[in-house]
Structures are given as structure tokens and as C-alpha cells.
């Protein structure tokens, strides 16, 4: 695969073996906590594609594939849930130290321009930010820490952000599983997980280009 085998959905599930579903429903958890840069909406869709296709790795006793499909849908809705409740806490005590100018790897990761382009996302949209940032990759960690830095109310901030999970995680998860028997997607599945990595940026990528070109329209000051 094109991706590095960190961001490579397939290896990091096969990898794991046995501990596939918890080590996605780990990392779902420290991506929708503090750290963007891993592979959300394609892990889902993976996951959902393994149970569709009866993967070892990814299998309870006897439970039957729609059943397990429950199981590992609940599991990573909570997975999701958790994470955004430290990003909440990251937001409310220690963003002003994350986010402070540094450089390198984490500086270009944790800047003061992803912090305050989910700022605006936040304020434009209200609460909803919480459900319709889901499907915004580094959007995704950030609003949670937003909504808490703004001082949301912890009960408004559980119920959007609940609403949201289901939405993501069980979501994409559901479409990773009736698409992930379809033989074109199954045997080209690392196409098919590098197209959804991409298609999840697009959002990221016309926002840069509208605030590019309203740049370029702006008079300039004399």
C-alpha cells in the first residue's frame, strides 16, 4: 500500500491479530482525544469490511456476523465517546501549553492554525461542530478541545458528542460492512482505503481554497 504502514488500515488490523478490534478501538480513542494523525474513517470501514468477510481476527464465540457487527460498532462508538471526553478535558485546562508555538513534527501537528480553523468551524456551526466535525479529519480531535476551551456545559458537550459517534463510528463502520463484500471494493481494498483518505480531506482541502481565494479578493489596505 501506498501508505505508511502506521496509516495502513489492513496491517495494522492484521498485525494485531487477536486484539484487532481493541487495538482499532485504541487508536479511534487517541485520535478522537489529541492526536489527528491517524487513520480514522478508513480503520471504521476496515473493521466493518473484516466482520462482512467472516476475519478471524475480528470474531466472538459464536456469536453470528450482524451480532458481531454489534459488538464491534459499540466498541468503537465508546471508544470514540471516551476520547472526545479528554480532548474536552485537554480543551478545558491544557490547550493554551499544547497549542503554543514549537517546531518540528508536533509544532506543524498541534498549531495555533488547525486550533483556530476549528475555532471558526465551532462558531460557525454551534454544537452541531461536534457531529459535522466528525467527518473532518484534525477538525475531528480538535473541536472536542475547542468546545472545551469555549467552557461548553459538559452535559450539552456528552449529548452532541454521543450523537456524533454514532454517526462516525458506527456509521462508517455499517458502510465498511455492506461494501466490503462487494468484489470489486474487497479485491481492491487498498485502493479502495487510500480513496477513503482522500475523499476525508477533501472538506480540509476546499475550505483552504475558498479562504484562499476570499484572500485574494480582499482589498488590499493602503
Given at each position: 500500500m501506498l501508505l505508511p504502514d502506521w496509516l495502513d488500515p489492513e496491517y495494522l488490523l492484521t498485525s494485531l491479530g487477536n486484539w484487532a478490534l481493541w487495538g482499532a478501538?485504541?487508536?479511534?480513542?487517541?485520535?478522537?482525544?489529541?492526536?489527528?494523525?491517524?487513520p480514522g474513517d478508513s480503520l471504521l470501514f476496515a473493521v466493518g469490511m473484516f466482520v462482512a468477510n467472516d476475519a478471524a481476527i475480528i470474531h466472538f464465540g459464536d456469536l453470528d456476523k450482524p451480532s458481531t457487527l454489534g459488538v464491534a460498532m459499540l466498541v468503537l462508538v465508546v471508544a470514540a465517546v471516551?476520547?472526545?471526553?479528554?480532548?474536552?478535558?485537554?480543551?478545558?485546562?491544557i490547550s493554551p501549553w499544547l497549542f503554543k508555538p514549537r517546531s518540528g513534527f508536533f509544532g506543524k501537528v498541534f498549531s495555533t492554525r488547525h486550533l483556530t480553523q476549528t475555532h471558526v468551524f465551532f462558531e460557525k456551526y454551534?454544537?452541531?461542530?461536534?457531529?459535522?466535525?466528525?467527518?473532518?479529519?484534525?477538525?475531528?480531535?480538535?473541536?472536542?478541545?475547542?468546545?472545551?476551551a469555549a467552557g461548553m456545559s459538559f452535559r450539552t458537550f456528552i449529548t452532541?458528542?454521543?450523537?456524533?459517534?454514532?454517526?462516525?463510528?458506527?456509521?462508517?463502520?455499517?458502510?465498511?460492512?455492506?461494501?466490503?463484500?462487494?468484489?470489486?471494493?474487497?479485491?481492491?481494498?487498498?485502493a479502495v482505503l487510500i480513496a477513503i483518505v482522500l475523499i476525508s480531506v477533501l472538506p480540509m482541502a476546499f475550505e483552504f481554497l475558498n479562504e484562499r481565494r476570499k484572500s485574494k479578493r480582499a482589498p488590499v489596505a493602503e
Open positions: 478501538a485504541l487508536i479511534i480513542f487517541v485520535e478522537c482525544a489529541i492526536f489527528p494523525v491517524l471516551l476520547g472526545n471526553v479528554v480532548g474536552y478535558w485537554v480543551g478545558k485546562t454551534g454544537a452541531k461542530a461536534l457531529v459535522l466535525g466528525r467527518f473532518i479529519p484534525f477538525v475531528r480531535t480538535f473541536v472536542t478541545m475547542v468546545a472545551g452532541w458528542t454521543g450523537i456524533g459517534a454514532v454517526v462516525w463510528a458506527a456509521g462508517v463502520t455499517l458502510l465498511g460492512y455492506f461494501l466490503g463484500t462487494i468484489p470489486f471494493i474487497k479485491n481492491n481494498i487498498d
